[in-house]
C-alpha cells in the first residue's frame, strides 16, 4: 500500500473531519482554561479540575473510536481498546467525582480502584495490539515481564523516596495503598511501550504520543503519590490538570495518519536485533531496587512488609523471565540447526547435511558410494506449469526416492534438481541396485503419465573403498558419471571410471590445471631405490615427479611431461623437484652419509643459464655437497645440445655434480660424441635390459655398453630390472647398479627410508663411505 493510498483510507468525510478538528480544539481550550483557573487558584477548583478531566477523557474516548473506524484493521483493535480505557478513566473519574461531591476529601474507593485498574489493563493490552508489537506469544510474554520486572522494582525505589518516613499505620485504608501502586504501574507500561516501539524504524507518531500522555499521567501519579502519603494531597491544585492533560494527548494522537503497512516483508530474519540497551533496559531499575531494597531497612534491619513483598515478587518475575528466555534460546538453536541442515521443501537433509555425513563417512574405514541424481527435463515443468507445481512435484518425487531408498542409504537435495544418495558401511548392496531402485520409483504411475509433467532421472555413481579421498573429488566423480548418463539417454545410470574422468578433462583444461599444479602442491615426489648389485645396498635413488590431479587423481609423467615441456611449465617444475628431492636426501644422509639423489633435466631445463644457479641453489638450502646430487639428462636432449650445453655441464662437473646419461642406447649417439659428454654414469635403457637374458642381441649390446662404460671410466645402471634373472645378468655382466621393481618400485619418501636402513651393509669397511663415487 503506497502512502496515498493509506491517505486515501483515512480520509474522511468533510463533516467529521470538522466535528473531529472542533473536538480537539476545544478539548486544547478545556486543558488549557483549567491550568488557568488552577495556577490562578480561582474558586471551585476542585471542581473545574473534575468537569475538565470528565471532558477530556470523554472526549478521548470519541476520538479513539472514530480513529478505530477509520484506521485499517491492522490498527482497530488498537484503538478501540484505547477507546475502552478512556472510557474506563472517564467511568472512574466520574464516580471519584461523585463520592467528592458526596463529602469524600479522599475519593479513591474500592469501585474506583477497580475502574482504574481495569484501565490499566486495557491500556497495557492496547500497547500489544500495536503493529509494532511483538507477535509470538513468547515475545509478548518477554516484553510484559520485562515490564512487570521495572514496574516492581520502583517499588523499593519509591519507597525509600516517598514513604521511608511515614509509618505503615498512617495509611489507614488499604486501598489508599494500592492507589499508590499507581506509578508502578505507570512505568510498567511505560517500559512496555518503549520496548515495543523503540525497536522499528521509522517510530509510529501514536506510540510517541502515547508515551508522552504516559509520561504526564505517571509524573501526576508520582506527585498524587507523594502528597497522599504526606497528606498534603487536595483535589483543585494545578497538578490536576496533567490528567487531562495526558488524555488531550491520546485525542491528538488519534488525528495521526495509519502506519504504514510493512507487508509480507516483515519477516523474522529480516527484523533486526534489538539494540543492547534494550536487552539490558529492564534489568537497571533491579540494581537501583536492591540498593533501595537496603537503604529502606530500618534501624533495626528490618525489610519494610511492601518492599520485602515486591522484591520476592520481582525475584520471581526475574526468573521466569530467565527461564523464558533460556527455553527461547534453546528453541532458536533447535530451529537454526533444522533451518541449516534440511532442505525446506522436502524436509530431506541439504547440501550441507549431506556433505558432513560423506565427510563423516570418508573418515571410516568402510567403502563409501555416492549416487548423485539430477531430474531430467524438471525445468521444463518450472517453465510450463509455474514453480508451485515444479514444487509441488519435487516433493512427492523426493518422498517417492525417500522410500526406495529407504534404510540403505541418506538422500539429501543438494540443488534445485539435484538429489544425492550417500551409501556407507558393509553394506552389500551395490550402488547400482540402489540406482535402479530410484529410477524404478521415478517411474511415472499410469495416472500421471497422462498428465506429462513427468521428469526422469539421470543417476552417476562414484564409488571408494577406504583410501584417502576428498569429498569433493568423490562429488565430482560422481557428477562426471552423472552427465555421462545423460548423454547415455534419460533414466540411466553410469558409474564412474578413469576413462570418464579424463575424458571429462580437455587438454586446455589440463594444461590450465598443470600452471596451477605446483603452486598449489599438487606434485608430489616418488623414490626408486638404486642398488648396488655388489652388496645390495641402497645408496642411491631417482627422483619420479607424480602429478595427484584434483580431478583424475593420480597421473604419470607420460600424462603431463610432453604437455609440460610444450608450454615450457617443465623448468618450474623441474625446479620444484630438484629442491625438493635435495631436501629429501638430506634427511637420508644420518643413514648413508654418502647418499646421492638423481634428478631428471628435461632438455629445454638443459638449455638455460640458470640451470646452474637452480642446482647450486638447492644443495646449499639442503646442506648437501654438489657430489650427493645427480643430474639425468636422456641421451637425445644432449645430441641435441650446442657447444654451449656442453660447456654448462662441464661446468656443473667442476662444481662436483654427477650426471648421468638416462636411457642410454636409444639415442644413437656417436661415440666420439659421448666422448665429450663429462657424464660420470651411464644409465642402460630398460629396453635391453628387459630383453636380457634372452635376446642375445640385447644381452651384446648391454655387454657392449658396459665395457664401453668402464672404459670411458663412467658408471652404469641397469635400468628396469624386473625378474631375478634379468638382476643375475646383469650382475653377471658387471653392471655397477641396478635399478627397477625388482628391487624397489617408485615409493614415498618413508618407505625409501626404511629400505635405506635395511640394507646397510653389516660390516663391510670403507663401503659406506667409498658408496658410489665411480669415478
Ligand atoms: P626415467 O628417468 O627413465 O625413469 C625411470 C622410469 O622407469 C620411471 O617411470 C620408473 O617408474 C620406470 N621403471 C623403473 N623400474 C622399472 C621396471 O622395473 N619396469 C618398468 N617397466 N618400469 C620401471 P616414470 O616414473 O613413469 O617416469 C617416466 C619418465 O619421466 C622418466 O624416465 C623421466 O624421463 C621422466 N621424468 C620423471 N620424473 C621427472 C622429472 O621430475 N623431471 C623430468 N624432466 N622428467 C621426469
Ligand atoms: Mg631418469
Ligand atoms: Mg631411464
Not at 57 to 85: D, E, N, S, Y
Not at 707 to 734: C, S
Request: hydrophobic fraction near 50%; aromatic fraction near 6%; include cysteine.
Amino acid at each position: 500500500m503506497s502512502r496515498k493510498d493509506i491517505e486515501r483510507a483515512a480520509a474522511r468525510s468533510p463533516g467529521t473531519d470538522r466535528v473531529d478538528r472542533v473536538g480537539l480544539v476545544g478539548a486544547g481550550v478545556v486543558v488549557a482554561v483549567e491550568a488557568l483557573w488552577l495556577l490562578v487558584g480561582l474558586p471551585a477548583g476542585a471542581l473545574v479540575s473534575d468537569l475538565g478531566a470528565l471532558a477530556v477523557a470523554g472526549w478521548a474516548a470519541v476520538a479513539c473510536a472514530a480513529a478505530a473506524r477509520r484506521h485499517p484493521a491492522r490498527v482497530r483493535r488498537f484503538w478501540l481498546l484505547l477507546a475502552v480505557t478512556m472510557a474506563l478513566a472517564l467511568a472512574g473519574r466520574a464516580l471519584w467525582t461523585i463520592e467528592r461531591l458526596l463529602g469524600n476529601s479522599l475519593p479513591h474507593t474500592l469501585p474506583t480502584g477497580l475502574i482504574f485498574a481495569a484501565s490499566l489493563v486495557t491500556g497495557t493490552a492496547a500497547l500489544f495490539l500495536s503493529v509494532t508489537a511483538p507477535r509470538t506469544t513468547v515475545g509478548r510474554a518477554r516484553t510484559l515481564l520485562d515490564g512487570v520486572i521495572v514496574g516492581l522494582a520502583l517499588v523499593p525505589i519509591g519507597w525509600l523516596l516517598i514513604f521511608r518516613n511515614v509509618s505503615l499505620a498512617d495509611l489507614d485504608e488499604p486501598l489508599r495503598t494500592a492507589g499508590l501502586l499507581y506509578p508502578t504501574f505507570d512505568l510498567m507500561q511505560l517500559t512496555i511501550l518503549v520496548a515495543v516501539m523503540v525497536p522499528k524504524r521509522p517510530v509510529w507518531l501514536p506510540m510517541a504520543l502515547l508515551g508522552a500522555s504516559l509520561t504526564v499521567r505517571a509524573v501526576a501519579d508520582a506527585i498524587y503519590v507523594a502528597q497522599v502519603a504526606a497528606g498534603t494531597y487536595q483535589t483543585g491544585t494545578p497538578i490536576d490538570v496533567l490528567w487531562p492533560l495526558s488524555y488531550l494527548l491520546i485525542v491528538v494522537a488519534t488525528r495521526m495518519p495509519a502506519p504504514r503497512d510493512h507487508g509480507v516483508t516483515e519477516d523474522a530474519t529480516e527484523k533486526p536485533l534489538p539494540p543492547w540497551w534494550r536487552v539490558v533496559l529492564p534489568y537497571l531499575p533491579v540494581g537501583g531496587a536492591i540498593v533501595a531494597t537496603m537503604l529502606a531497612r530500618d534501624v533495626d534491619g528490618h525489610t519494610p512488609m511492601p518492599i520485602f513483598l515486591s522484591m520476592m515478587a520481582l525475584l520471581a518475575v526475574l526468573a521466569l523471565r530467565q527461564g523464558l528466555a533460556a527455553n527461547e534460546n534453546l528453541r532458536l538453536v533447535v530451529r537454526l540447526r533444522k533451518l541449516a541442515y534440511a532442505d525446506q521443501l522436502t524436509g530431506l537433509p541439504n547440501r550441507l547435511a549431506f556433505t558432513r555425513k560423506l565427510r563423516i563417512a570418508l573418515r571410516g574405514t568402510d567403502r563409501v558410494a555416492v549416487l548423485l541424481l539430477d531430474l531430467d527435463g524438471f525445468k521444463q515443468v518450472n517453465d510450463r506449469f509455474g514453480h508451485t507445481t515444479g514444487d509441488t512435484l519435487l516433493s512427492g518425487l523426493s518422498r517417492r526416492m525417500r522410500r526406495a531408498v529407504g534404510d540403505d542409504g541418506m538422500i539429501a537435495r543438494i540443488g534445485g534438481d539435484e538429489f544425492a544418495v550417500l551409501v556407507t558401511g558393509g553394506r552389500p548392496l551395490a550402488p547400482e541396485r540402489l540406482a535402479e531402485r530410484l529410477l524404478a520409483a521415478l517411474q511415472p504411475s499410469p495416472g500421471e503419465e497422462l498428465v506429462g509433467v513427468h521428469p526422469s532421472a539421470s543417476i552417476g555413481i562414484a564409488e571408494y573403498g577406504p583410501q584417502h579421498i576428498s569429498h569433493t573429488d568423490l562429488l565430482r566423480d560422481a557428477d562426471i558419471a552423472m552427465y555421462a548418463a545423460k548423454a547415455a539417454g534419460k533414466s540411466a545410470y553410469r558409474r564412474c571410471t578413469q576413462g570418464l574422468r579424463e575424458s571429462a578433462v580437455s587438454r586446455a583444461e589440463l594444461i590450465a590445471d598443470l600452471r596451477r599444479a605446483v603452486d598449489e602442491q599438487q606434485l608430489h615426489l616418488e623414490f626408486q631405490p638404486i642398488v648396488d648389485l655388489a652388496t645390495g645396498t641402497v645408496r642411491s635413488a631417482e627422483a619420479l615427479v607424480r602429478w595427484r590431479h584434483p580431478a583424475l587423481g593420480m597421473l604419470s609423467p607420460a600424462r603431463f611431461l610432453p604437455l609440460a615441456e610444450e608450454t615450457g611449465l617443465i623448468v618450474s617444475i623441474d625446479r620444484w623437484v630438484i629442491h625438493e628431492a635435495c631436501r629429501a636426501a638430506a634427511t637420508w644422509q644420518d643413514r648413508v652419509p654418502a647418499v646421492t639423489v638423481a634428478v631428471n633435466i628435461a632438455a629445454s631445463h638443459l638449455r638455460r643459464p640458470d640451470l646452474i644457479a637452480t642446482v647450486t641453489e638447492a644443495i646449499a638450502a639442503a646442506g648437501l655437497a654438489p657430489r650427493a646430487l645427480t643430474l639425468e639428462l636422456t641421451e637425445s636432449a644432449l645430441i641435441e645440445g650446442s657447444d654451449v650445453v656442453l660447456d654448462r655441464l662441464r661446468q656443473l662437473r667442476e662444481l662436483g655434480f654427477r650426471i648421468a646419461i638416462d636411457d642410454f642406447g636409444t639415442g644413437y649417439s656417436s661415440l666420439s660424441y659421448l666422448h665429450r659428454i663429462p657424464a660420470t654414469e651411464l644409465k642402460i635403457d630398460r629396453s635391453f635390459v628387459g630383453r636380457i637374458p634372452e635376446d642375445t642381441r640385447a644381452y651384446a649390446t648391454v655387454e657392449m655398453v658396459t665395457r664401453l662404460a668402464g672404459a670411458f671410466d663412467l658408471g652404469v645402471v641397469a635400468e628396469g630390472v624386473e625378474t631375478e634373472r634379468q638382476h643375475e645378468a646383469v650382475a653377471a655382466i658387471g653392471c655397477l647398479q641396478g635399478q627397477g621393481y625388482r628391487y624397489g618400485r617408485p615409493a614415498s619418501l618413508a618407505e625409501l627410508r626404511t629400505v635405506l636402513a635395511d640394507t646397510r651393509p653389516p660390516d663391510v669397511p670403507g663401503v659406506a663411505e667409498s658408496g658410489l663415487t665411480l669415478t
